[in-house]
Nanobody
Framework: HVQLVESGGGSVQAGGSLRLSCAASGYTYSTYYMGWFRQAPGNEREGVAT???????IYANSAMGRFTISKDNAKNTLYLQMNALKPEDTAMYYC???????????????WGQGTQVTVS
């Protein structure tokens, strides 16, 4: 049973930083592509960043240069370091495990419950 549990969200002022974590269990962690997605009220879920087995990464334009996705295979944990946060980054953030190196949410079959990020 695949389980993904996010943590690290919260409220922060514009320009601040947050580090999201996603603890994975129930499967061989290194065999899935891992990604971060977000969804603001009234908006579709959008990809933020994805990381490959070997650590290669892709980012949404909105995240480029401010966010960093990383993972610790020994701890089965995915991270998203977010710097220079903006009010438009306010959303529920989800981690996901999937079968493709992409940022299409349809390629990701396993999802966490989400962690709220609010930037004011």
């Amino acid at each position: 049973h695949v389980q993904l549990v996010e943590s690290g969200g919260g409220s922060v002022q514009a320009g601040g930083s947050l580090r999201l974590s996603c603890a994975a269990s129930g499967y061989t962690y290194s065999t899935y592509y891992m990604g971060w997605f977000r969804q603001a009220p009234g908006n579709e879920r959008e990809g933020v960043a994805t990381i490959d087995f070997d650590g290669s990464t892709i980012y949404a334009n909105s995240a480029m240069g401010r966010f960093t996705i990383s993972k610790d295979n020994a701890k089965n944990t995915l991270y998203l370091q977010m710097n220079a946060l903006k009010p438009e980054d306010t959303a529920m953030y989800y981690c996901a495990a999937g079968s493709a190196y992409s940022m299409r949410h349809s390629d990701f079959g396993y999802w966490g419950q989400g962690t709220q990020v609010t930037v004011s």
